[in-house]
């Protein structure tokens, strides 16, 4: 029995709020770049980026692993998990990247050549947390 929907599942409904977190931490790290606080930024996309790893492994993948009964349900439900899976996949690798970057190397930031993949990684996690939120509505909204 779910939060928001008797149909969902109880720890679809928690990563959902996890994922709203998220992106309250992502916005409240954005808005320390843009004011030059930059160890700041980083340690709070940090905490992002460990929060979207905890969603991931403790969360998503057992149920996408435990998901192949719904397949059968409807064909937009694998149309739209699977690509979630995959953007989900790359927005972590980019994620990691840059907050292993930065902590090895903080002190760098005008020339740091990790940059030009932080703008393009929000976009990706913002399209991914839509993908995600279509998810949820196929699984448990959508009757």
Aim: glycine fraction near 4%.
């Amino acid at each position: 029995m779910g939060l928001f929907n008797p149909n969902a599942v109880f720890l679809s409904d928690v990563n959902l709020l996890l994922q709203l977190a998220i992106l309250v931490v992502l916005i409240l790290g954005f808005s320390l770049k843009r004011s030059r606080i930059y160890p700041k930024h980083g340690a709070t996309m940090a905490i992002a980026v460990a929060m979207h790893s905890i969603s991931i492994f403790a969360i998503m993948l057992p149920s996408l692993l435990a998901l192949t009964g719904s397949w059968v349900n409807s064909l937009a439900v694998p149309l739209v998990v699977l690509p979630h899976a995959v953007l989900g996949s790359l927005v972590e690798i980019l994620g990691v990247y840059l907050v292993l970057t930065w902590a090895l190397d903080h002190r760098e930031v005008k020339v740091c050549l990790r940059k030009k993949f932080m703008k393009p990684t929000l976009v990706l996690w913002l399209i991914e947390l839509a993908i995600g939120i279509c998810v949820y509505i196929l699984l448990y909204v959508r009757t």
